[in-house]
Structures are given as C-alpha cells and as structure tokens.
C-alpha cells in the first residue's frame, strides 16, 4: 500500500516518509504532545476520518473541513492526549483521532495465482511478520487472495493457509534460470518477415515456442520467444541470439546474460 500525502497546499511542513525521529516532550496548552519514533497508521473509519486543528487559545481540538480516505495509509511522528482522547500528528497543527485509526494495514483482494520463486521451501506465516506455519515448495503454483504492506513497506500474499513474503513470490513461472552467452541480429537485413519477438536458440535446448526472458549485462530487459535458430546455435546450445533492430544489434555485441525459462 502506497503511504499518502496530502495536497502541499493545505499540508506543508511534515514530510510523510519513513524516518527516525528523536524522543522529546512538549507542552502545549493543556495538551502533552509526544514525538516517538515515527509509524505508520491506517484509517479504519469506514466513512473517512475527520481532521482537526489544535487551537492555540485553549489547547482544544477544533474541526477542519478535510479528511481522510477509509484504508489510506499515514506517516505520524506525533501523538497528543487532549481530555482523554488520543490524537495523531499526519501534518503541521493537522491531526486524526486515534479511534479512526489502527496500526494494520488493510488487505487488499489480488485473486491470482502466483508461483514460488525459491531454490527449496518457503517458510508460511500466520499473518505478516508473525508465526511460522509450515512452508511451501519452490516451484509450486499458489493462490493469492489478498496482500499487505507491513510497517517496513514489505508486501506479504495469503495463500489461504498463511501468509508469505513478496520476495518468494512471482506472477511467472519461472521454470530454470540460467546464465549464457548472447549476440544479436537484425531478421530483416537478413530478408526475413518475423520481426522483433523472436530468438534464435538450438532448438534441442529450447524448442519453437519456448517464452524466455532474458536480462543483458546492463539490466535490460527482453521478453522473447523462441522462433529461430542457425548454425551458430547448433554447435554453440549455451548461446542466443537475440532479434532487434541492426542499430541496436551492432551496439549489444557479444556479452553474458541471464536467461528465465517462463512456462
């Protein structure tokens, strides 16, 4: 979940990113004000929460005409107790009530399947961050219903028996992940119509049709599939050779890459 702000017009001064602070004690009217090492809180009020304004001239909370989303996630540094009620600093002199608030973040429905990426077994959690269930194979396929974002930002998935970090997670199926040598070419200077989707591979390694994506020495990403092959791939099974325009072509050489093997 993405921590918001609000607009710089009405919210000027506090900075709503996740940092330290250091621990001091201020009086302000009759109001005691904290500062705590700054957290993240969640608005649990399904009609929004309401926004408040510490008046200078009897330290009492005084009502502003904005508010804040139901689910929308807030960095504070600052609580204040004003007659007993419990009060959250999200902006300069701008506050929410604690009783709108809960330091979970809310779930969010995803409804896909989603595919372990790990060499080995997953450890499964019964919520994010909390005690360890049992674990899941690396390669299994599993169902994600819902994500959370933890207070450190880290996304967790429930696969409907526990919960597992984003991490060990991936949309692809990742069947076997490999390091290769590569160069490039240009199918139409060679006459050929099969454009630029395509990469010549043996195909005793990678058969017609086979999706790889492959990352080049600079982080670039191609997602191709194989389509081609020739002589060099033929005696050479551990080499690609990767179709796209002849300027670019020219420029990529020959260099090491990371090949993954997508089902």
């Known amino acids: ?67 804040l989303a139901n689910q929308s996630g807030w960095q504070t540094n600052k609580t204040i107790n004003v007659d007993g009620s419990v009060y959250y600093q999200v902006a300069e002199n701008t506050w929410v009530a604690a009783g709108d608030t809960t330091d979970q973040a809310p779930a969010v429905a995803v409804n896909k399947d989603m595919y372990v990426q790990a060499n080995g077994g997953v450890n499964i959690y019964d ?12 390669g299994d396929k599993v169902y994600a219903s819902e994500s959370k974002t933890d207070q450190s930002g ?62 080049d020495s600079n982080g670039k990403v191609y997602d191709r599939v194989v389509n081609d092959t020739g002589l060099f791939a033929y005696s050479n099974p551990n080499q690609l050779d990767i179709a796209m325009p002849n300027s670019e072509a020219l420029q990529f050489g020959r260099q090491n890459i990371t090949v993954q093997v997508l089902g």
């Open 1 to 67: 979940m993405k921590i918001k702000n609000i607009a710089a017009s009405i919210l000027t001064v506090t900075t709503l990113a996740l940092m330290g602070v250091t621990t001091a004690t201020q009086t302000v009217s009759a109001a005691t004000v904290s500062m705590d090492t700054s957290s993240v809180i969640y608005i649990s009020n399904a009609n929004g929460a309401q926004l408040y304004s510490l008046s200078g001239q009897n330290g009492s909370m005084v009502t502003t005409n904005q508010s």
């Open 127 to 138: 919520a994010p961050n909390g005690n360890y269930t049992g674990f899941v194979n690396g």
């Open 154 to 215: 880290a996304t967790w998935y429930n696969i409907g028996n526990g919960w597992i970090k984003s991490d060990f997670l991936s949309n692809d199926n990742v069947k076997e992940t490999l390091t290769m040598s590569a160069t490039a070419y240009d199918p139409v200077v060679l006459g050929s119509d099969m454009g630029y989707s395509g990469v010549a591979a043996n195909l005793s390694k990678f058969p017609k049709g086979t999706h790889l994506r492959i990352t």
